[in-house]
């Protein structure tokens, strides 16, 4: 098993940027791959990317492609969500997932565990 714990959240005005941070404790880092989801009010979590487990692959929702990145550091047991030209339609709490032996993918369905998510909303 594997414990999740987000951070980096907060307000921030379009165009702003931000860096989510999601560190992880339990069974082996290396061994899952890593994503990152968000559900805004009143809508379905959806996937924003993911990260294969050795950091090779990364997958990207197309409402973030080219403003986001994400990374992960296996030897700090953290993955991060670089999250750039930041707009209003990105206001959401962010979780991180993890998927063991996963490969990265996007289907909500394949990650084991959850994060208790940060919030981030975007000024316009």
């Known amino acids: 098993q594997v414990q999740l714990v987000e951070s980096g959240g907060g307000l921030v005005q379009a165009g702003g940027s931000l860096r989510l941070s999601c560190a992880a404790s339990g069974r082996i880092f290396s061994s899952y791959a890593m994503g990152w989801f968000r559900q805004a009010p009143g809508k379905e979590r959806e996937f924003v990317a993911a990260i294969s487990r050795d950091a090779v692959y990364t997958n990207y929702a197309d409402s973030v492609k080219g403003r986001f990145t994400i990374s992960r550091e296996n030897a700090k047991n953290t993955v991060l969500l670089q999250m750039n030209s930041l707009k209003p339609e990105d206001t959401a709490v962010y979780y991180c997932?993890?998927?063991?032996w996963g490969a990265g993918s996007g289907d909500i369905t394949a990650y084991d565990y959850w994060g208790q998510g940060t919030a981030v909303t975007v000024s316009s």
């Open positions: 997932a993890a998927d063991q």
